[in-house]
């Protein structure tokens, strides 16, 4: 019952969250100028009827309620309009053609970064103070520091140009399962999944650490446990407790970073759109995917929350 109260008053606080912050993009984005842009490609009368038609050009008000009203009665999010691909386009179709991209890299890097890096957490703990231990945490310190369009480029430098074991960029198409396709992918997964692991390592380690020196875990092996059985059966399960939880918070932390990183491996997904919108000053497409991102975090910050729970039956949320 206080989960249930809990979860309902997250949600409630959610959507007031998700609201306010919409508004604010949306007064905020609707007080720079529509620039027309007639570069190649584009259409400034097609351009000019748009703005027109949906009434672009009237009170931010009205605008807003228009725009609101829209996505409530037909599910309309808007058209394109100064993007050079996406004139006249439906936002939430070219939306969801973008959409697997972005997803896919996002999954293959979490995959990748969740065994590699809690189990590099595990032998750090296990190996305390010495030199194994020394080496990972350098180098967890190194690809925490280091942000991850340098980590892009050092990797595209290396492993594409230099040696020329993947494309420099996503292969085209749309046969996103293919061998070749997850081969034009490595190198984008690679860039993201270096600082995810180190996130994930230093995590494991430290709560691994604390678990290994508690007064709990020399108790079991005053009982007869060994070392090996005391760490599996104890020393473990409750390290996990804070790690599991977070995955989910680090791969919204991926999702973000992806924006810089799309461009940079020509990666036809969301996070390259929202750059162009906001470059072109595309309004449509700019609400759609900031809502988007926003609503996402909002969601992980409260699967995060109630993981907690699910996973220690001891934690009860909401509970006075």
Same mark, same amino acid.
């Given at each position: 019952?206080?989960?249930?109260?809990?979860?309902?008053? %997250?949600? !409630?606080?959610?959507?007031?969250?998700?609201?306010?912050?919409?508004?604010?993009?949306?007064?905020?984005?609707?007080?720079?100028? &529509?620039?027309?842009?007639?570069?190649?490609?584009?259409?400034?009368?097609?351009?000019?009827?748009?703005?027109?038609?949906?009434?672009?050009?009237?009170?931010?008000?009205?605008?807003?309620?228009?725009?609101?009203?829209? &996505?409530?009665?037909?599910?309309?999010?808007?058209?394109?309009?100064?993007?050079?691909?996406?004139?006249?386009?439906?936002?939430?179709?070219?939306?969801?053609?973008?959409?697997?991209?972005?997803?896919?890299?996002?999954?293959? /890097?979490?995959?990748?970064?969740?065994?590699?890096?809690?189990?590099?957490?595990?032998?750090?703990?296990?190996?305390?103070?010495?030199?194994?231990?020394?080496?990972?945490?350098?180098?967890?310190?190194?690809?925490? /520091?280091?942000?991850?369009?340098?980590?892009?480029?050092? &990797?595209? =430098?290396? +492993?594409?140009?230099?040696?020329?074991?993947? $494309? *420099?960029?996503?292969?085209?198409?749309?046969?996103?399962? /293919?061998?070749?396709?997850?081969?034009?992918?490595?190198?984008?997964?690679?860039?993201?999944?270096? !600082?995810?692991?180190?996130?994930?390592? %230093?995590?494991?380690?430290?709560?691994?650490?604390?678990?290994?020196? /508690?007064?709990?875990? +020399?108790?079991?092996?005053?009982?007869?446990?060994?070392?090996?059985?005391?760490?599996?059966?104890?020393?473990?399960?409750?390290?996990?407790? $804070?790690?599991?939880?977070?995955?989910?918070?680090?791969?919204?932390?991926? *999702?973000?970073?992806?924006?810089?990183?799309?461009?940079?491996?020509?990666?036809?997904?969301?996070?390259?759109?929202?750059?162009?919108?906001?470059?072109?000053?595309? =309004?449509?497409?700019?609400?759609?995917?900031?809502?988007?991102?926003?609503?996402?975090?909002?969601?992980?910050?409260?699967?995060?929350?109630?993981? =907690?729970?699910?996973?220690?039956? %001891?934690?009860?949320?909401?509970?006075?």
């Amino acid at each position: 019952m206080y989960m249930f109260k809990y979860i309902m008053k %997250r949600i !409630g606080l959610m959507f007031l969250s998700f609201f306010i912050i919409m508004t604010i993009c949306f007064v905020l984005i609707k007080m720079l100028p &529509i620039v027309i842009t007639t570069g190649i490609g584009q259409d400034a009368n097609l351009q000019e009827e748009i703005i027109k038609a949906r009434g672009y050009r009237d009170p931010i008000i009205q605008q807003y309620f228009n725009y609101i009203w829209r &996505i409530i009665s037909r599910g309309d999010f808007g058209m394109g309009i100064t993007m050079p691909e996406c004139v006249g386009k439906p936002v939430w179709e070219a939306f969801i053609t973008r959409l697997p991209p972005t997803i896919l890299i996002n999954v293959y /890097s979490t995959l990748f970064a969740v065994p590699i890096g809690i189990l590099l957490g595990i032998y750090a703990a296990l190996r305390k103070n010495k030199i194994q231990d020394h080496v990972i945490s350098t180098l967890v310190i190194v690809f925490i /520091s280091v942000p991850s369009y340098v980590t892009a480029s050092v &990797i595209q =430098y290396v +492993l594409c140009y230099k040696l020329k074991l993947f $494309p *420099l960029t996503m292969k085209e198409g749309y046969d996103y399962f /293919s061998w070749t396709m997850f081969v034009s992918l490595v190198p984008c997964i690679l860039a993201m999944s270096a !600082g995810s692991i180190a996130g994930y390592a %230093r995590g494991t380690r430290a709560e691994l650490t604390e678990v290994l020196t /508690s007064e709990y875990l +020399l108790l079991a092996r005053t009982k007869g446990l060994t070392k090996r059985q005391a760490i599996f059966r104890h020393a473990l399960r409750n390290a996990m407790v $804070p790690i599991f939880p977070s995955i989910i918070g680090e791969f919204i932390s991926v *999702l973000s970073g992806s924006l810089i990183l799309e461009s940079i491996f020509g990666i036809p997904g969301v996070g390259k759109m929202y750059l162009a919108s906001i470059q072109s000053l595309d =309004y449509d497409f700019f609400m759609l995917l900031s809502g988007f991102y926003c609503l996402v975090g909002l969601i992980a910050g409260i699967v995060v929350d109630i993981s =907690y729970g699910l996973i220690d039956p %001891r934690i009860r949320m909401g509970a006075k």
